[in-house]
């Protein structure tokens, strides 16, 4: 195992300290931002105001020269962190050799390598094939192509809380209207909600949980008509939500029984986020079909859909694929980045971020009660703001917080369906004390917001 040196980690050796020069924005990055207003879609919003420059280790530096420390990983995504030595040389070998052929016309070999790596990494010792895309959302689409073809049936099961895009069919799947889905409808048909297990809120044992879920899908959808379930193993969007023990096996067990597919979307808990290489280890389970993003490039735009052969095998020659989908520059940056999760202690780091995090906040909670539950695994852990009396979610507290953290330097994101969880995704690459830090201003926030 190699031992990661903090201190280097990141292109550009960047200093891994929290470095405020000016407020934030600073001159340069408000200029920055009146070029982005004039030039950009509205609804492309940001979250931290400033015009990014470099990221490494566990830091973001804006054009101003202050570093800001990063707590977010451009939402789970640069795990291996940012500029990773070993993905950016690959980076650089791949794109200097070709930067496209389309994998349909002329396939090459690192996309058959990634492949390699994801068949044998997801959970489960089943024959396994993959299928590269550009996005979350792509893949997701993908794999609920794949079982609808797979099984002649059209219906698919998504949950409360759940996230998985915002193409068409994916912001159909997802449960949030604002900011995801208000306006955009028609929504694309034969999608059906089902209850999650959410065990802060609805106090329901997982098997209750999954009962509840069975008998609303039984009785208001047919298992013969049913092609997928699709569920994050931890919701992310949604809050963080860590179903209660046995909820996911018995939905799982469900779908075995009546023949249908069972896709875990781990485009934000896969590659070593929660401590486990796939979240769905976790819950002892095995998906029939996995998608995978984010991470899986140390930052570059790549997902997969991978799962049992005879599943993905069912699709006619030409019914997937996509002029980008596996780039040649993307694959050689995600075999690089998943050598780093393999061989660089990364279930290791989440496992120890994991323990940090959760120690700190825990003792957080115990004297502040508007921290309603602190969850989460490995480096993926949330806190969720409620009012002590009623638990009611206290949206406003939470995004105060998050302000407050990144006028002072530490990058924080909000989530929840109720918009009342901060969550903490930090690269894999952090350092310690640089983590102790961030938490430190996360909790002087806390303290100044009375
Ligand atoms: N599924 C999950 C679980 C996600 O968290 C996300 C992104 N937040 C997506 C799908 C969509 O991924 P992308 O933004 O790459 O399309």
Known sequence: MTVIDHTIVGGPALAQERRLVTPIPGPRSQEFLVRKAA??????????????????????????GNSLIDLGSGIAVTSVGNAHPAVVAAVQDAVAQMTHTCFMISPYESYVAVAEKLNRLTPGDHVKKSALFNSG?????????????????????????????RT??????????????????????????????????????????AAKTISLIEK?????????VLIEPIQGEGGFIVPADGFLPAIVEWCRANGVVFIADEVQTGFARTGAMFASELFGIVPDLITTAKGIAGGMPLAAVT???EIMDAT????????????????????????????EG??????????????????????DPRIGEVRGHGAMV???????????????LTSAIAKTAIAAGVIVLTCGTYGNVIRFLPPLTIGDDLLAEGLDVVAAALAELT
């Open 382 to 396: 949330a806190i969720e703001f409620v009012d002590p009396e009623t638990k009611a979610p206290d949206a406003a």
């Open 346 to 367: 990364m279930l290791e780091h989440a496992q120890r971020i994991g323990q940090l995090l959760r120690t700190r906040l825990e003792a957080l909670q115990s004297s």
């Open 168 to 209: 068409n069919l994916t912001m159909a799947l997802t449960a949030k209207s604002m900011p995801y889905k208000s306006g955009f409808g028609p929504f694309a048909s034969e999608v059906y909600r089902a209850p999650a297990s959410y065990p802060f809120r609805d106090g329901l044992t997982g098997p209750e949980a």
């Open 220 to 228: 208001q959808i047919g298992a013969e008509n049913l092609a997928a």
């Open 307 to 309: 799962g049992r052969a």
């Open 137 to 165: 959302a792509e893949a997701v689409e993908n794999a609920v192509k794949i079982a609808r073809r797979y099984t002649g049936r059209p219906a698919v099961v998504a949950f409360d809380h759940a996230y998985h895009g």
């Open 39 to 64: 030039a950009v879609a509205a609804g492309v919003s940001h979250t931290v105001p400033i015009e990014a420059v470099a990221a490494g280790g566990g830091v973001v530096v804006d054009a101003d």
């Open 316 to 343: 006619h020659a030409g019914g997937l694929g996509g002029t980008y989908g596996g780039n040649p520059v993307a694959c050689a940056a995600a075999v690089a980045a998943i050598d780093a999760f393999e061989n």
